[in-house]
């Protein structure tokens, strides 16, 4: 069985890495004896006969079945001693693997298990619920300890998780009901210490740009942010928010739409770096200056917030924590049996660079204090 990652499965891979743990399980009967032919696997797994075959030659190639003339019987001893002889295994969901700050989790996380004798299987939701709840399915036919997940977005349901049979600890994100422990960045009080900077440094407008994992309602960032400018006498409207979408370039039109409504110099929030990055190209695009016209700040403090110019402002927390603390969390659960659980937070930092350095902030004019 495949240890390292495992990136949106073909149902020929998945059906194969099934049978494969079934096999071991004893389900076909003992090695030496007959398997069940092409076409009675296809009507039993609800495959084609192409796909069928397929299944057929990668469980002969990997030992699972022996093809004596043209019938197939088992043989899986070697891989049965195997099996039993492996460390521990726990299961990774990643909704994009290619997103940088998700991979450097999933290197942490592997990095960190293997040296507490456990093997990490990862496997990439692609930000569907659908492909989340299938990829959980097979964890559990891996036979994996607990897994740990970035819960796909649209998260609401939270039978999923509460009626997931081993230990699960989510990361990045809580759900509401879902009796599981979350890792989270501290994110509200940080919100709210942007909104100061931003203020500080002269910014008189404001805006938010979020994400679609996740929900205004439950945005810590959004929410600390726009009580963080109250605080400060100014408001954050429904118009100065903008959900950015995954495919940042489907999201372009509509950002670039916004900036040239920005008729003085505005400070933006953004949920995390990527989305900052983005910002960045369209504020070339359209000719707005960065900090004068436009002040960024985005989340995570990922490599290309030092890469791009002028450098990100940005929120830095050491992400081999939160996944110390998931790991620590989970093989606790794992080892104990206890499912007590709770919200974890890493402590964020502010790190201040050249893109909110507005230029003459004095000249820029106070706000009107609400009235209280």
């Given amino acids: 069985m495949n240890d390292d990652i495992v990136m949106n499965l073909s149902r020929a891979a998945q059906e194969q890495y099934l049978i494969q743990n079934e096999i071991l399980q004893g389900q076909y009967g003992e090695s030496g004896k007959p398997f ?29 079945l022996e093809l004596r003339g043209k019938k197939y019987f088992l ?17 990774l969901l990643i909704t994009n693997l290619r997103n940088e700050y998700q991979g450097m989790i999933a290197k942490a996380v592997k990095s960190l298990a293997l ?54 600890v989510l ?33 008189r407008k404001f805006l938010y740009l979020g994400t679609q994992t996740q929900s205004l309602v439950d945005d810590d960032r959004y929410v600390g942010f726009r009580m963080g400018l109250q605080s400060e006498g100014f408001s954050l409207e429904s118009d100065d928010v903008m959900i950015v979408p995954q495919n940042y370039k489907e999201g372009t039109p509509a950002l670039a739409e916004l900036l040239r409504r920005q008729t003085e110099p505005v400070g933006v929030f953004c ?4 989305i900052a990055a983005e910002l960045y190209r369209v504020c070339y695009e359209i000719g707005k200056k960065i900090p004068d016209e436009v002040g960024i700040v985005g989340f995570d403090d990922l490599p290309v917030a030092t890469s791009i110019y002028p450098s990100l402002t940005t929120v830095q927390y050491r992400i081999t924590s939160m996944a110390e603390i998931a790991l620590h969390q989970l093989l606790k659960e794992v080892q104990t049996g206890n499912h007590k659980y709770d919200n974890y937070y ?9 893109s909110t350095a507005l230029s003459h902030p004095k000249q820029q004019a106070e706000p009107e204090k609400e009235q209280q």
Avoid: W
């Fill in 75 to 91: 043989s899986y001893e070697e891989q049965a001693r195997q099996f039993d002889a492996q460390t521990k295994i726990i299961g």
């Fill in 115 to 168: 040296k507490k004798g456990y093997r990490v299987i990862v496997m990439d939701t692609a930000y569907s619920r659908k492909e989340e709840q299938k990829a959980m399915e097979l964890m559990l036919h891996f036979g994996v300890a607990g897994m740990l997940i970035f819960p796909a977005p649209s998260h609401e349901d939270s039978a999923l998780y509460q009626d997931c049979p081993i230990p699960c």
């Fill in 171 to 203: 990361l990045s994100h809580a759900v509401k009901g879902s009796h599981r422990s979350s890792v989270l960045v501290n994110s509200f009080p940080m919100a709210q210490r942007i909104a100061h900077h931003l203020v500080e440094q002269g910014y």
């Fill in 36 to 64: 069940m032919t092409t076409r009675e696997l296809a009507e039993r797994r609800g495959v084609s006969l192409v796909t069928a075959q397929h299944i057929m030659v990668k469980l002969r190639e990997s030992g699972f």
């Fill in 271 to 274: 949920y995390h770096d990527l």
């Fill in 346 to 354: 890493v402590e964020p930092s502010l790190i201040v660079r050249e």
